[in-house]
C-alpha cells in the first residue's frame, strides 16, 4: 500500500510535498478542498479527527499528523537523506525552527491573515466585522513579518526573488521545508524585528537587512 498524502495545493502541507518529493518517495496525493469544508467530512475525520492537513497515512495504516511530526518521521526513516542533523544540539536548533515556523509564523501569523473570522470576540455588531477582520488580518502579516525576520532577515528577499537557499545549511532540510511552507506577504519587510531572538533560542544571524527591492 502506498503512503496516502493529505494535503491542499498552496497550504501549509506544502512543506511535506517538498520533503516527499525530495525523498521521491511514491505517494497517493489526496487533494480536500478546505473552503468547500472537505476537511470537516466525516470520512476525513475518520482519518484526521482534528480536521486539519498535512495528513500521513504510512503505508502500515498508521496515520502521522502535524507538520513537525510528520517531517520527524520521514527524516529518522530516511537518514541518508539527511533532513536532519544527526548531532543533537544541531537537529534541537532545526526542530525549533520548525517549531517557530509552524506554530508562530503560521499558527499566530497567517492563520489571522486567511480565518480572520476566528478571532472576531462574540456578540461583536456585524457592523463592525469588516473593521475587526482588517485589525485581525493587519496584525496577522505584522506577525508574519516579525517571524520572517526572526528566522532569517535575508529570507524575505531571497522569497521574494525566488531565490532559495536552506536557512540552516545542508543538513536540516525539515526546517527549510517548515519555513518554505510559510507564504510570503506582498508587504515590504519591517526593520528591525532581532530583538528577543536569542531568548527565543532562534539560531539567527545578527542584523535584519531590508534590501530594496
Ligand atoms: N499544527 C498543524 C497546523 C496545520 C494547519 O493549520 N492546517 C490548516 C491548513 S494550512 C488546516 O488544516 N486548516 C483547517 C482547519 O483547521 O479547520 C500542523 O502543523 O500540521
Not at 457592523?127 to 496577522?140: D, I, L, S, T
Amino acid at each position: 500500500m502506498a503512503i496516502k498524502f493529505y494535503m491542499t495545493p498552496g497550504s501549509c502541507s506544502t512543506g511535506i510535498h517538498i520533503l516527499l518529493e525530495t525523498l521521491e518517495l511514491p505517494f497517493e496525493a489526496h487533494v480536500l478542498n478546505l473552503p468547500a469544508g472537505q476537511h470537516r467530512a466525516p470520512a476525513y475525520l475518520a482519518i484526521n479527527p482534528k480536521g486539519s492537513i498535512p495528513a500521513l497515512v504510512l503505508d502500515d495504516g498508521r496515520v502521522l499528523t502535524e507538520f513537525g511530526a510528520i517531517a520527524y518521521c520521514l527524516a529518522r526513516q530516511h537518514p541518508r537523506a539527511s533532513l536532519l542533523a544527526t548531532e543533537p544540539a544541531l537537529a534541537a536548533q532545526a526542530l525549533a525552527l520548525v517549531d517557530f515556523a509552524v506554530g508562530q509564523v503560521h499558527g499566530q501569523g497567517w492563520t489571522r491573515v486567511f480565518t480572520p473570522e476566528a478571532y472576531l470576540p462574540a456578540g461583536l455588531d456585524p457592523a463592525e466585522f469588516p473593521r475587526w477582520r482588517e485589525a485581525v488580518q493587519a496584525r496577522g502579516r505584522e506577525l508574519v513579518q516579525q517571524g520572517l525576520a526572526l528566522i532569517d532577515p535575508g529570507l524575505w528577499h531571497r522569497r521574494r526573488r525566488a531565490v532559495l537557499q536552506p536557512v540552516l545549511g545542508r543538513q536540516n532540510g525539515l526546517a527549510d521545508a517548515a519555513v518554505l511552507r510559510c507564504p510570503v506577504p506582498a508587504d515590504p519587510c519591517p526593520s528591525g524585528g532581532a530583538a528577543g531572538a536569542g531568548r527565543r533560542g532562534l539560531p539567527l544571524r545578527p542584523t535584519p537587512t531590508c534590501l530594496p527591492d
